[in-house]
Nanobody, 117 residues
Framework: EVQLVESGGGLVQPGGSLTLSCAAS????????MSWVRQAPGKGLEWVSS????????TYTPSVKGRFTISRDNAKNTLYLQLNSLKTEDTAMYYC??????????RGQGTQVTVSS
């Protein structure tokens, strides 16, 4: 059974930083591209970033490029998202998921990021 457990969210002031983690189990993590997606209150899921199976290729939505960094540790079956220079519009529930899953169906329970002064 695929299990993804996100952690690391919290309340941070604008301009602050957070590091999100996603612990994966139930599948061969190193074989899959992984993604972070987010959902702001009252809005749909928004793709944020993806990383290739071995971490060679990364992609970002334009609004976070240069501020967020996706990475992975295949030895630890863990996906990361470093969030820097946070803005109020980054407030959302953040989820990790297998990139290949339709509608990111494999995503976990999420971790809340709130950016507010």
């Amino acid at each position: 059974e695929v299990q993804l457990v996100e952690s690391g969210g919290g309340l941070v002031q604008p301009g602050g930083s957070l590091t999100l983690s996603c612990a994966a189990s139930g599948f061969t993590f190193s074989n899959y591209a992984m993604s972070w997606v987010r959902q702001a209150p009252g809005k749909g899921l928004e793709w944020v970033s993806s990383i290739s199976p071995r971490g060679v290729t990364t992609t970002y939505t334009p609004s976070v490029k240069g501020r967020f960094t996706i990475s992975r540790d295949n030895a630890k079956n863990t996906l990361y998202l470093q969030l820097n220079s946070l803005k109020t519009e980054d407030t959302a529930m953040y989820y990790c998921a297998k990139t290949s899953d339709r509608d990111y169906a494999s995503r976990g329970q999420g971790t809340q990021v709130t950016v507010s002064s």
